[in-house]
């Protein structure tokens, strides 16, 4: 007996598996040094290996892993220049994403970013390292939403693989400083000042940012052991 069944796309599955695992970099499921084992993501993902070894490849490409072989796949260690160097660009572009945001934003995009930021606070108020950080990216990731820049939110999310496990890893010591930048954004976008919204964000990711730096610092100071 024949049955109608639709047969399993492997790309589709593979689309999936990167899309999960870029999730777990960007919210901070892994921190700066973990090792990954392919066939332990399997498990977890409930997929075959193959799917995982696709998506690790892909991953190694956005440079948010780094793959020396199939035994060694690693979350890098992020050094001083590199930080600072996409510590630049995000302050280019994420400016450039509030700036063009501030003319567009709605009442229910400001709503949204209120939501967020709330769900932020309480974040904090537990110590809870990986909701805060999500909400944290959430809000980042609003703005080129919200300007309407589809071609930067996908340069911006290839930048936040990178630094989401040292975000992550700094999250608890940045305290209020990792949501305090965010008020100024929203009142900003609410007044429809671009000059202020880009003014906010830079704020944000320079001086909310200080706990980053000081953790890329301390590992400067005290490599991870291998």
């Known amino acids: 007996m024949k049955h109608d069944l639709d047969p399993i796309d492997h790309e589709s599955l593979s689309n999936t598996v990167y899309a999960t695992l870029c999730d777990a970099l960007i919210q901070g499921r892994f921190q700066p040094g973990d090792r ?25 490409h956005d440079e948010a892993i780094v ?19 996409i510590r630049s660009i995000r ?17 229910a995009d400001i709503d949204a970013l209120e ?35 589809p071609v930067l939110d996908g340069i911006l999310h290839r930048i936040w693989l990178q630094m989401g496990p040292l975000i992550a890893d700094s999250y608890l010591q940045g305290g209020r400083a990792m949501v305090d930048y965010h008020y100024p954004v929203i009142d900003a976008l609410r007044r ?3 000059a202020a919204a880009a003014k906010a964000i830079v704020d944000d990711i320079v001086l909310g940012g200080k706990a980053i730096m000081d953790r890329v610092e301390q590992a400067r100071a005290i490599p991870r052991k291998v």
């Open 36 to 60: 990954l084992k392919i066939r332990d993501l399997a498990g977890q993902l409930g997929t075959s290996v193959t799917p995982i070894r696709d998506a690790i490849l892909r991953l190694a």
């Open 67 to 85: 793959f020396r072989s199939a035994r060694d796949i690693r979350i890098p260690d992020v050094s001083e220049d590199r930080y600072l160097e």
């Open 91 to 107: 302050i280019r572009l994420e400016a450039l994403a509030a700036e063009t945001a501030a003319q567009l934003a709605t009442r």
């Open 115 to 149: 939501t967020i930021l709330r769900d932020n606070e309480e974040a904090l108020k537990d110590g809870d390292r990986l909701a805060g950080t999500r909400f944290n990216q959430a809000f980042h990731l609003a703005l080129p939403k919200i300007a309407r820049l």
């Open 192 to 194: 429809h000042d671009s």
